[in-house]
């Protein structure tokens, strides 16, 4: 397993984790302002699946455009259907990396209008990174709430446990 095999599963598993937790929480408190960047649990569930929605456009020359802060879905269940959409997409996407198209250079306009080259692996391990610096958020959060996710190691993930 490589790198970005590894991470793209530890992704779903973490997001997995976090959804059930969420699933127990009532709307209300989902989606109430706790001081977090992108204020709630919800916002930032959903800030979560917007970056990676344009990453991903980037990654596949299928341009994704949204505001970082805006809200894809309203409701829970919808948010965490597209959630396991996604990590599934991202999965097979992570599969088929090989090292000539990490190597290559993007160029891509972030949302503030910057324009930057950089590496594909570059940019794809800023796309993991991004999201467990989120989970870290909400972990807090949860935490904040009475609510654990658990372990989030990424050598405690099933695949890892012999």
């Not at 699946?49 to 344009?54: T, W």
């Not at 991004?130 to 996710?149: F, K, P, S």
Request: glycine share 4%.
């Amino acid at each position: 397993m490589n790198y970005y095999t590894a991470i793209s599963n530890y992704n779903q598993w973490m997001n997995q984790k976090l959804y059930a937790v969420c699933a127990d929480i009532t709307e209300v408190d989902r989606k109430s302002d706790r001081g977090a960047f992108f204020k709630s649990i919800h916002g930032t569930l959903n800030h979560i699946a917007i970056a990676d929605l344009i990453w991903l456009g980037r990654f596949t020359q299928q341009p994704f455009a949204a505001k970082l802060d805006a809200e894809l879905y309203s409701d829970f269940s919808e948010l965490r259907a597209q959630r396991e959409r996604l990590d599934r997409r991202i999965i097979e996407w992570a599969n088929n990396l090989t090292p000539d198209w990490l190597n290559a250079d993007l160029t891509y306009t972030n949302s503030s209008g910057f324009t930057r080259t950089l590496p594909h692996w570059l940019l794809v391990t800023h796309m993991f990174n991004h999201q467990t610096h989120h989970r870290g958020q909400l972990t807090t959060l949860l935490n904040q709430m009475g609510y654990d996710a658990g372990v989030t190691d990424l050598p405690a993930m099933p695949e890892f446990q012999v």
